[in-house]
């Protein structure tokens, strides 16, 4: 990271063996709880500020990668929550008031497990977790020119499982979530010029399953996402009287299976909802204000 200078970076990341974290709670009466787990291969997070950005980074994860988080509760006064992420490869670009320029590549081939078991006997509100990528990109710049390219590669199987279960009657809120994907950019820029190079190629299966029970409360949520690849990029154009532009050249190839389930059972909630989507390909490019585009 660095502030009011320029920063040039050339990085080479390699897993070869397995990362696994691994959280285990069993409690009794609580106010609020919380519980997580956190693994990855490769994890590169760089940002700069009032200066420019040059990235070339690599990232190679043959390991498997696990993170799992499992609470027993008795009785949580308040929100009981739970999380888990496994990630093979993730880097994070950042720059505010900066020419960000950076050239990605990773890969994965160890599978990819994330997995979050929650029970509570009583909580007001709960909340589990699951979110597995096998490769994962993030551009996020403000006020500067920003051109990204990226190739990721991806045969790692993929599986996000979030689990919540509640004794009884819940007075709040209760839901699952679980998202499972090989290959992800998403990238953004506020008030300049963005332009991406992105190719994916994903082979290894990728499922999502969320399952949430119990016998009433307010609001209860189960939803689940899985994607071979997914590309997301947004530039706000109304940000500047310079309207700034969005240009990108894309292309994904998936021969994974891609799978996604959402269960739930609450004969007595006031109010339910339940969403499972698998995508092999999916491609989000938006730009907003007037003059953008």
Do not use: K
Not at 45 to 52: L, S
């Amino acid at each position: 990271q660095t502030s009011g200078g320029d920063l040039a970076l050339r990085s080479d990341q390699r897993a070869h063996n397995d990362v696994s974290a691994e959280t285990r709670f069993t409690g009794g009466d609580a106010g609020d709880a919380s519980t997580s787990a956190s693994s990855s291969g490769n994890v590169a997070a760089i940002a700069a500020e009032n200066g420019d950005l040059r990235v070339i980074l690599a990232q190679e994860s043959d390991g498997a990668v696990r993170a799992s988080a499992e609470a027993d509760h008795c009785c949580v006064a308040g929100q009981a929550v739970s999380g888990a992420i496994a990630s093979a490869n993730n880097a994070t670009l950042a720059g505010t008031t900066t020419t960000n320029l950076s050239d990605t590549a990773q890969s994965a081939r160890g599978a990819v497990a994330a997995r979050v078991d929650l029970y509570a006997g009583y909580a007001t509100d709960a909340s589990g977790n699951a979110t597995g990528n096998g490769n994962a990109l993030t551009i996020d710049n403000q006020w500067g020119y920003a051109n990204g390219r990226a190739r990721q590669q991806s045969s790692a199987d993929v599986s996000a499982d979030a689990y919540v279960t509640l004794g009884g009657d819940f007075l709040g809120f209760a839901s699952a979530g679980a998202y499972g994907v090989g290959n992800s950019v998403t990238a953004s820029n506020v008030g300049s010029d963005m332009a991406l190079d992105v190719a994916q190629e994903n082979s290894g299966d990728v499922s999502a399953t969320a399952a949430m029970a119990g016998t009433g409360g307010v609001t209860a949520l189960a939803s689940s996402a899985a994607y071979g690849n997914s590309v997301s990029a947004a530039l706000c154009a109304y940000c500047d009287s310079s309207r700034p532009t969005l240009t990108a050249a894309n292309s994904q190839t998936n021969d994974g299976d891609v799978r996604s389930e959402a269960v739930l059972r609450t004969p007595n909630a006031q109010s339910v909802g339940a969403s499972a989507a698998a995508i092999g390909n999916a491609a989000t490019f938006q730009s907003t204000g007037p003059g953008g585009r």
